[in-house]
């Protein structure tokens, strides 16, 4: 075969025909081979002008590409790290990444343009050239920092275990895709595992100097130019804080910047993260964190608006950039289009469809045709699209290594970008841009379809047959539903019943009237699927044709308790999996309008005493505890919602009730062990709650913090039999209270505070105790049991035990000021651990509730002031100390502005059934608003939400680092 023949094989013959000819002339030998072996190279030379001017200057690598098993082969991870560490034995490490990138480049670009590999070999072999090149400089610079530095060894926060800190990079974007294009940026983050910690060696230097030094140096073996060229361009604008920020992150330095100051488009991008070099344990460490941060369990209207405002910014930003239409990226109807209507389909559906959370554009398609998120045209049209696109984008790259998007305008370049994607006519150029045009078009049309906002958002009527359940799904995926089939499922069951049910037509026509409120009500709350799914599940609790008609006449003439039902359904799991657990409880919140009556101690312990006696199994009376618990928790929080409680009258409510389920679960138990063990003679101990349950401060999904003593008669050697006996008493306690039945469980107990901590026996002799707190215990325990108080026992001996341990926890006198300087430091050590420079933190920020609560568990140690029993424990104490004079009236009247106003933050910031949240979100504007109309006390002043609180916080640090300088100074 002749060369021109063979050009002939090639989509670009002329191109092809010229790196041929020039090959032969620095090369005559190859005339003497079969010119057959040359069909890969010609591929490569009808494309790449950068890639032919590359192999022409360099005439060696000619005998690896037809040598080497030929560039027409296949290579996987294992074949090309070969390559790679055979370059890397006998060239210097600069060089042999080069060499090593250009010539799989080759291999790659040849594969592709003969049709060989499909577009997903070529972007994954692509993408694993970068994984291997990016792991290999890490290699590099870990070991040369090694050699200088010693091991970087850094000490876990919560014990004194030290580890080996290590390094790793994650890649985004395309590359995290595994979908890199040929002369793409690698988005990079770099994260290392701990700061905390320095080095071993001789020249030791602390753990972020040493990390930071080896990312500054893998992006240099990576991204710095040499004469032979670069590896990939390195872009780290993606990573904590973009271009301001740190080059590498601790992982608990990127948790804590998601969780505070993380946007959308971070959420957005973090989709992409993927583990791409350095080592593997940090970077899965890292995803891990992240991921309820990027699959949040619900995205309301607010999150897709700003998806489609990004995008507005994009296309704002290009407004001016010439020859935008011919951009297959980033134009309308690009491939970044297609991007953005794959990931809001992962940030919306991707917490409740695990298959969504996939890296892969391609992939995330495929699953959201599977799941029918996207109709069928419009994936195909997607998917189709995004394959040409792609290829396109690679074939303008391959051309001269430039990092374009656009189709060029010269007239001989697009007729050659023509003939590369297969266009034969006789105007390739013409037939190309044709198609393009009619693609984007196509492609921008579905993309409007997602983000252009109906603002229309209920109607009086419903606008389609319910039991069109298709037609439903599309008019609620119009109103941002998350889940708009199951949604027009569960309206279509509201009104027509299951298959084996037969509604009365009365049930019908009310739904009819009440239903479309229903939908409105739901679009406007964070979570709308959930309210329509509450409705469903609620009816269907409420099981029998007797109880629907009941229900839908209520509903239908009181459209008050619709909306009562759409905030419990809508704010709370816990609220509402407690109302479908016992659907009753609705009527008699509103026929006997219990929920107006206040929380009663008396009630409670009748209640629970009714529950636990009789002759059934622990188990029953068990699920009978948590019933009467989970309803009044309910209650307690429907009072709440209906503003006929503060905060601190729904915290007495479920301290109250949290106090005598102890005391009832500790019959239980005790009854339990008498039975089956008995019980030794006279043994005697207490129960003893600390913490919130001590402090009278309980909240939804708080711990009990417990203490258990018992007495040993006086006997240093204690009593085996009573200490076995309250050890097993504890153990039952323990276990019935966090033991879930039918009606849920109870509350989780913690035995942290005890004497010796976790290292200590479960409970402890009252002579171990006394030894203890007289000899070993710390000023911080003082500080932690600070209100305290027995909730059962003996009570003589409760009276014993209370005195000891009102001798440790209010010294008075006896305080000194190193003792003041403990809690210092102690505080200064929480703030600096656990709150990053810039995050609002109101709680364990300086200046945050932490500060105040200490402020008021010191005054009652040194005022040997025992806490009020009719309310919780700060509030009180501040009232006390402006009474008694313990702090001036202003500065008392400042800490109680400022504990309402933080305490109020962090319950609207807690709505979440479990998670604790306590970081205001400084960067987002539609969390900020709505804190800023939940908010009840205000302090005063002007400015943002954001400065009050920071203000706030001032002030509160100023009073707290006085208070405390002052007592660190007395002699």
């Not at 791409?276 to 995803?287: A, L, T």
């Not at 424990?873 to 009474?883: E, I, Q």
């Not at 009247?893 to 604790?916: G, H, Q």
Request: aromatic fraction near 8%; glycine fraction near 8%; hydrophobic fraction near 40%.
């Amino acid at each position: 075969m002749t060369p021109e023949v063979l050009s002939e094989t090639t989509s670009n013959p002329k191109d092809a025909l010229n790196g041929i000819l020039r090959l032969l002339d620095i090369r005559p030998d190859l005339k003497k081979t079969d010119i057959d072996r040359l069909l890969p190279l010609a591929h490569i030379f009808s494309a790449s002008d950068y890639l032919t001017d590359w192999l022409i200057a360099r005439p060696e690598e000619i005998d690896w590409a037809l040598d080497y098993g030929g560039l027409a082969a296949p290579r996987d991870e294992k074949e090309m790290a070969v390559n790679l560490k055979e370059l890397m034995a006998r060239l210097d490490a600069m060089s042999a990444l080069r060499r090593f990138k250009h010539r799989e480049l080759c291999r790659i670009c040849a594969r592709d343009l003969s049709g060989q590999a499909s577009f997903e070999e070529t972007a994954q072999d692509w993408s694993t050239v970068a994984d291997l090149a990016i792991d290999t400089a890490i290699e590099i610079a870990e070991s040369a920092a090694l050699k200088k530095y010693g091991d970087p060894i850094y000490t876990e926060l919560t014990c004194d275990t030290e580890r080996i800190a290590r390094f790793a990079a994650l890649g985004l974007g395309k590359l995290g895709g595994k979908e890199l294009n040929i002369s793409s940026d690698v988005d990079l983050i770099f994260i290392h595992s701990s700061d905390n910690g320095a080095t071993s060696g001789p020249l030791s230097i602390p753990l972020h100097e040493f990390f930071v030094r080896i990312a500054r140096e893998v992006t240099r073996l990576v991204s710095e130019v040499t004469e032979e060229g670069f590896v990939f361009r390195v872009d780290l604008d993606l990573r904590p804080e973009g271009k301001a920020g740190e080059i590498t992150n601790s992982i608990g330095a990127m948790e804590i910047y998601y969780e505070s100051w993380g946007q959308q488009w971070e959420r957005q991008a973090l989709i992409k993260a993927r583990h791409c070099g350095g080592g593997r344990e940090v970077s899965q460490e890292v995803i891990n964190r992240l991921h309820p941060f990027v699959y949040r369990k619900y995205m309301d209207e607010g999150g897709l608006k700003e998806i489609s405002a990004m995008k507005k910014k994009i296309d704002l930003t290009l407004s001016g950039s010439k020859d935008i239409a011919y951009d297959i990226k980033l134009g309308r109807g690009g491939i970044r289009e297609i991007e953005f209507v794959a990931q809001s389909m992962q940030l919306l559906y991707g917490a409740r469809h695990s298959d969504l959370q996939t890296q892969s554009t391609i992939k995330a398609l495929d699953v959201c045709d599977f799941l029918g998120f996207l109709s069928t045209p419009h994936y195909r049209d997607l998917k189709d699209t995004y394959y040409f696109h792609r290829k396109l984008e690679n074939r303008i790259q391959y051309d001269r290594n430039q990092q374009t998007h656009k189709i060029p305008n010269d007239k001989q370049r697009k007729e050659k970008l023509g003939r590369l994607m297969g266009f034969d006519t006789g105007d390739p150029a013409g037939a190309l841009m044709t198609d393009v045009k009619k693609r984007m078009k196509r492609i921008r049309e579905i993309f409007d379809l997602f983000f252009i906002q109906d603002e229309k958002t209920g109607s009086e009527t419903f606008p389609y047959p319910l039991d069109d359940e298709g037609a439903g799904a599309v008019w609620l995926d119009k109103l941002r539903f998350d889940h708009p089939r199951t949604s027009a499922k569960a309206l279509n069951l509201l009104r027509n019943g299951s298959s084996f049910s037969h509604p009365s037509e009365r049930s019908v026509m009310a739904f009819d009237r009440f239903g479309p409120y229903i939908v409105s009500q739901a679009a406007f709350t964070p979570w709308p699927d959930h309210v329509i799914l509450g409705f469903s599940n609620f009816v269907e609790s409420r099981a029998g044709q007797g109880g629907r008609d009941l229900l839908y006449e209520l509903l239908d003439e009181h459209r008050p308790v619709i909306k009562l039902l759409s905030a419990i359904f809508s704010s709370s799991e816990y609220l509402t999996a407690a109302l479908l657990r016992q659907p009753d409880l609705l009527d008699r919140l509103l026929v006997s309008d219990p929920v107006e009556k206040p929380a009663d101690r008396s009630a409670y312990t009748l209640e629970f005493k009714q529950n636990i006696s009789g002759k059934s199994s622990v188990e029953t009376r068990l699920g009978l505890l948590n019933s009467f618990r989970a309803a009044e928790s309910l209650r307690l929080g429907l009072r709440r919602i209906l503003g006929l409680t503060d905060r601190f009258g729904q915290m007495n409510g479920l301290t109250l009730l949290a106090e005598e389920y102890i005391k009832a679960v500790a019959y239980l138990a005790q009854e339990e062990i008498d039975k089956t063990s008995g019980a030794p003679e006279d043994v005697k101990w207490v129960l003893v709650a600390a913490g919130k349950l001590g402090r009278r401060e309980m909240n939804f999904g708080s711990d009990i913090d417990l203490l258990v003593f018992y007495d040993n008669d006086d006997n240093d050697t204690g009593d085996a039999s009573a200490y076995n006996y309250v050890v097993l008493l504890v153990q039952r306690v323990i276990r019935l209270s966090g033991a879930m039945t039918p009606f849920g469980d109870g509350y989780q107990i913690d035995m942290r505070l005890r004497p010796e901590g976790e290292a200590g026996p479960l409970v402890v002799s009252y002579n171990a105790m006394v030894d203890y707190y007289n000899n070993r215990g710390q000023v911080w325990e003082r500080l932690a049991l600070v209100g305290a108080r027995p909730i059962c026992g003996d009570k003589k001996f409760t009276r014993k035990v209370m005195g000891a341990l009102g001798s440790f926890i209010k010294p008075g006198d006896l305080l000194k000021p190193s003792d003041s300087d403990k809690i210092v430091k102690i505080r200064e050590r929480i703030a600096s651990e656990r709150v990053k420079p810039g995050v609002v933190d109101i709680k364990f920020g300086r200046g945050g509730l932490m500060e105040i609560e200490f402020i008021c568990q010191w005054l009652a140690m040194e005022n040997r002031e025992t806490p009020r029993e009719d309310g919780p424990f700060t509030l009180s104490m501040l009232k006390t100390a402006r009474a008694k004079k313990w702090l001036e009236k202003d500065v008392a009247d400042d800490l109680i502005k400022a504990y309402l106003f933080l305490r109020s933050l962090e319950d609207t910031l807690r709505m979440d059934k479990e998670k604790a949240v306590n970081v205001i979100p400084v960067s987002d504007t539609i969390l900020l608003n709505r804190l800023s109309r939940a908010m009840e006390e205000t302090p005063g002043g002007s400015g943002g939400l954001v400065e009050v609180i920071k203000e706030t916080m001032r002030k509160v640090s100023g009073i707290y680092l006085r208070f405390f300088e002052l007592r660190g100074e007395k002699k």
